[in-house]
Nanobody
Framework: QVQLVESGGGLVQPGGSLRLSCAASGSGFRTYVMGWYRQAPGKQRELVAS???????NYAASVKGRFTISRDNAKNTVYLQMNSLKSEDTAVYYCNGADLIADNDYWGQGTQVTVSS
């Protein structure tokens, strides 16, 4: 059973930065497509960024140029560096791991990010 544990959320002022981390237990991490999603109150969960096993990345238009996703396979960890944060980035951020071989999908418990002055 794979478990994903997020950390690094919190309260930050507009224009500030945060780095989210997601640590995965179990084997197989290096083969997963990893992603960060977010869900704001009253809105649907949306993809923020994803990274393939080979390091290919994809970003939502709203965060491109401000957020950077990366992974460290030796540590079974994926990161989301968030810069130039805006109030509209306020949401619960979820880590996702997609095992395309076994067709399994894993989610973390979420971490709150609040951007406010």
């Amino acid at each position: 059973q794979v478990q994903l544990v997020e950390s690094g959320g919190g309260l930050v002022q507009p224009g500030g930065s945060l780095r989210l981390s997601c640590a995965a237990s179990g084997s197989g991490f290096r083969t997963y497509v990893m992603g960060w999603y977010r869900q704001a109150p009253g809105k649907q969960r949306e993809l923020v960024a994803s990274i393939t096993s080979g390091g290919g990345t994809n970003y939502a238009a709203s965060v491109k140029g401000r957020f950077t996703i990366s992974r460290d396979n030796a540590k079974n960890t994926v990161y989301l560096q968030m810069n130039s944060l805006k109030s509209e980035d306020t949401a619960v951020y979820y880590c996702n791991g997609a095992d395309l071989i076994a067709d399994n999908d894993y989610w973390g418990q979420g971490t709150q990010v609040t951007v406010s002055s």
